[in-house]
């Protein structure tokens, strides 16, 4: 089932940060601030399938997961992937913030994710 807050579809994220990948504990609306910063972050509209993407990440061969980002960047499962600016080193701990509004999610060519 699509999350949905305050009128803009909410996603489970997924931190991709080289073998590290986490999920959001619950929905959010918009990319979240998360340290350290990951290499991208994926979004999906449930937790089943932010459950199944991390299986993925962490289990099948790369030319495999590298397909699987390829697809989700092209929308597939209602994903959305978010290559991060100067990623960090995995750490022991991620911590996850609520994502500001000028952080709101949006397509390439600038408008808003519904």
Known sequence: MDE???GQRSYYWIAVNQA???ISAIPMPGVPVVSPTPQRFIGVPSVAAAKKAQQMCMTAPTPDVAEAIDGWRAGK?????VDCDNPEPPQAQTVWSYPRKDRRVRHRDGRRVP
């Open 4 to 6: 949905v807050h305050r």
């Open 77 to 81: 499962e209602g994903a959305i992937v």
């Open 20 to 22: 590290s990948c986490v």
